[in-house]
């Protein structure tokens, strides 16, 4: 994966300094709010090479969120192809993020989504990218909203790989962008 910038950021491949951020990210009761799971060191690890490898693999990913000025991980941003039937057909692109606390309310995820957005469409040629979240996970609704995304209460379902153990969290919200309402978008933005 050629490393993408914007403003402020360079998203790119996992690297083994990003270790240390992606754990403690991945095992943090405020970052993983809406999660079932959080992962020990070991799990983290795998998890990450498997991220790695997706992006080796197919030129994107979640990939690794860094300040460009600062050379810090800061999380991940990232699409990818998403498997979710009958809930969203399989291939369908995801966007979708985790940053550590302290960065956020910055911007960076709206910034990098709007980069990966443009991937997406302008490059990979997919005709719709989705995401979704927790019903009552406002931080990550609300960028969607930022992004253009709107939400279809149709295609809200129950997630199938969140436990019964954790009722709370099954319910999940979904929201699309087209193609042509990024392209509108883009237009009203110039």
Known sequence: MEPLRTQR?????????????????????????FFPMRRNR???DELLDRLAAGIDRYGFGFAAAEIADTGKCIGFVGIVRTDLEP?????????????????????????????????AFDVVGDDEVVSFAVWNNLRSTAV?????MRHEPSG???????PE???????????RLSRSQWQERKKAAN
């Open 9 to 33: 950021l360079i998203l790119r491949n996992w690297e083994e300094r990003d270790r240390e951020l992606f754990h403690r990210i991945n095992a943090d009761e405020t970052v993983m709010e």
């Open 42 to 44: 070991a799990e983290s």
């Open 87 to 119: 809930f969203i057909p399989k291939g369908t692109m995801e966007i979708g993020w985790r940053l550590a606390p302290e960065y956020w309310g910055k911007g960076y995820v709206t910034e990098a989504a709007e980069a990966w957005l443009a991937f």
């Open 144 to 148: 969607m909203q930022r992004l253009g």
């Open 156 to 162: 809200d379902f129950d997630h199938p790989r969140v």
């Open 165 to 175: 153990t954790h009722p709370e969290l099954k319910r999940h919200l979904l929201y």
